[in-house]
């Protein structure tokens, strides 16, 4: 058997039920951690559902990033580059796939990394990085959405940081 991964999600009705008037906030706990949970209020309407709370569609998003970005370091680390920052503001996007019938038909990273002076890859090498990460990560091969890794150019210090 391969590794086993384990949460706990939690939901107790507040409101009318029968009517759907009621509260889709609910939990989610793991590792000691509880985080609230909800629908995306783009899905179910507030007050139903709560937006300060993850939905579902945030966290599969944000799974994809953090899975690239872990690979991604170790890969970099492996490598001999050192990574001082690593920022992405992943977005996702949803289509219909039929009458009530939805995917996150494509999931786009944008990563964006700070490198220690002299310490940098260069555009091939990190673009390289970035293909094996996505290539190595357990949640994008478990996907069928299209997942773009479009990195955030460089700052003129990065790229002097590059060329060092």
Known sequence: MGHLYSVTVAWTCSGDFASGEYSRGH???FDGLTVPGSSSPTVVKLPYSKQDAIDPEEAFIAAISSCHMLWFLDLARQGGFVVEA?????????ARIEAKRYWIDKVTLRPRITYAVGHAPDSAA????????????????????EVVVQPVARTASDAASAAS
């Open 126 to 145: 990190e673009s390289a990085l970035h293909a094996e990460a996505h290539h190595l990560c357990f949640i994008a091969n478990s996907v069928r959405s």
């Open 86 to 94: 690593y920022e992405d503001a992943a977005e996702g996007t949803m």
């Open 27 to 29: 939990e989610w706990r």
